[in-house]
């Protein structure tokens, strides 16, 4: 049923392709549009299983008001997923995200997946498709297998370890706890929804990063973590 209905939604999209003014990209500008990719997380890691990172381009010499939305090919009980697009990190239950204006010819991100396996092992199967809000047919996907397993290989998002942002809401200091290994520095980049940065901080060895939440409007923000120059994780902050 499953390879049935990934070949119904290929001959579908196959030729939205033609019509292509969209691409999505890795954060190393390896192109994935059209493809289908795998990803493996450590079934322990139930939170944030797998978290994967990429961006979006606009090939066209307009701008395009993009939408992001998700579809279940084949999805393990009790699991969850959600994805990050237009200065939103989404629910579960949201298929669909707002619009972002993604300029002719310029690129976007973050566009984020993440995947929680909820201690279950096995693979779970989504199809992303980021489209022009104007016009549909003009649109562009992915498929990607996330499978969770015991004692999975570790990627680059477990060589470093930096705890989830806290108080979260908060209203006077954020903090992050990290313990980096012999060499690593950590950047942390805090954005408003508007994409704009408004804090940020190297640091290495160990210990806490104090975000001064105060100075800020209220609202929601995103922390942005890259480790030797790697994007590797993006959390969201709310400020009272």
Known sequence: MKKNYLVLLSLIFAGMLNAQSLQILTLNDVDVSGTEQNYTGDIE???NTIIEHFKIK??????????????YISILPETSNDFCWAGQCLPPSTMQS???IVPAGTTEEPFDIHYHCQGI????????????????NDS?????????????IENVNRTVLVSNVYPNPANNIAKLDFNLQAN????CDVYDILGKL?????????????????????????????????????????IQ
């Not at 498709?129 to 104007?134: C, H, I, N, T």
């Not at 690593?184 to 950047?187: A, N, R, T």
């Not at 001064?212 to 994780?233: A, H, M, N, S």
């Open 98 to 100: 707002n619009i972002l």
């Open 198 to 238: 408004v804090y940020n901080e190297s640091v290495s060895g160990q210990g806490a990063i104090e975000i001064p939440v105060r100075k800020l409007p209220q609202g929601t923000y995103f922390c942005r973590l890259i480790l030797d120059g790697k994007l590797v994780e993006t959390q969201k902050l709310m």
């Open 184 to 187: 690593q520095k950590l950047q």
């Open 140 to 152: 562009v996907y992915f498929t990607v297998n996330f499978t969770a397993e015991v004692n999975a």
């Open 45 to 47: 890691e139930n939170i």
């Open 58 to 71: 606009n090939n066209s010499s307009s701008n395009i008001d993009v939408t992001v939305k998700k579809h």
């Open 121 to 136: 092992e096995g693979t779970s199967t989504v199809q992303y498709v980021a489209f022009d809000k104007s016009n549909p």
